[in-house]
């Protein structure tokens, strides 16, 4: 039996076994595997013996990730000590051959 961890809240699911698929059915009944996701939650794919995948709906990965906004990547380059330094350099001219086809 599996279990799913929550990167928002920390909390750990087990996977019941009728959420959990066999790679060869699930690959077979890949369809209905992706329906469940959406209407019974996570489904956990197993290759023989271990947890392999985690199929979830796109709403319930939207939840546990949150918004794509870019911030994090702000906030690090606010917060870098070379935040000052001038970055724009001047055009370089760089000769081209024929290519002589």
């Given at each position: 039996?599996?279990?799913?961890?929550?990167?928002?809240?920390?909390?750990?699911?087990?996977?019941?076994?009728?959420?959990?698929?066999?790679?060869?059915?699930?690959?077979?009944?890949?369809g209905e595997v992706v329906q469940r996701a959406c209407t019974e939650g996570p489904q956990c794919v197993i290759v023989p013996g271990q947890d392999a995948v985690v199929i979830i709906s796109a709403a319930e990965?939207?939840?546990?990730?949150?918004?794509?906004?870019?911030?994090?990547?702000?906030?690090?380059?606010?917060?870098?000590p070379f935040r000052d330094i001038d970055l724009e350099s001047e055009p370089v001219a760089i000769p081209a051959r024929d290519a002589g086809l």
């Amino acid at each position: 039996m599996g279990r799913l961890f929550s990167m928002t809240t920390g909390a750990v699911q087990p996977f019941s076994q009728s959420e959990t698929w066999c790679f060869q059915d699930a690959k077979a009944r890949f369809g209905e595997v992706v329906q469940r996701a959406c209407t019974e939650g996570p489904q956990c794919v197993i290759v023989p013996g271990q947890d392999a995948v985690v199929i979830i709906s796109a709403a319930e990965f939207r939840q546990l990730t949150g918004p794509v906004t870019g911030q994090a990547l702000i906030d690090a380059l606010q917060a870098s000590p070379f935040r000052d330094i001038d970055l724009e350099s001047e055009p370089v001219a760089i000769p081209a051959r024929d290519a002589g086809l």
